[in-house]
């Protein structure tokens, strides 16, 4: 991340053993670990909802994008009969004059088998 090498962690441990001291050191390299780990921890956490909210906005469009498709909307008015307004959402229903006339051809089919 900040492109630090071995030898400049060496230089930078030695001028902290001159300035802190043998006794206060070990305490201090610690503390300073608890921070990192805690920074590494939150920004890790920020990266994973910056994704989540990227691949949710990315599904959105996508559904927006089929939703206004014209081959979608033109397969949906061959099903269903009718043509449906932009954004409309709706069961396919089925009429009584549509059940008497399945009922009907289904009861004259079943004449014709039996003769």
């Keep these: 991340m900040f492109d630090i090498g071995f030898t400049e962690i060496i230089f930078i441990m030695i001028i902290a053993l001159l300035v802190v001291g043998p006794e206060r050191l070990p305490r201090i390299a610690r503390t300073a670990g608890l921070w990192a780990g805690k920074l590494r921890g939150f920004v890790s956490s920020v990266k994973a909802d910056i994704d989540k909210e990227l ?40 009429s009584a004059e549509k059940k008497r006339a399945v009922t009907h051809l289904s009861e004259s089919g079943a004449d014709e088998k039996t003769e």
């Design 55 to 94: 691949a949710t906005e990315e599904l959105k469009k996508v559904l927006e994008k089929q939703a206004a498709s014209p081959e979608l909307e033109a397969l949906v008015d061959t099903v269903t009969g009718d043509a449906l307004q932009a954004g409309e959402r709706s069961a396919p229903s089925v």
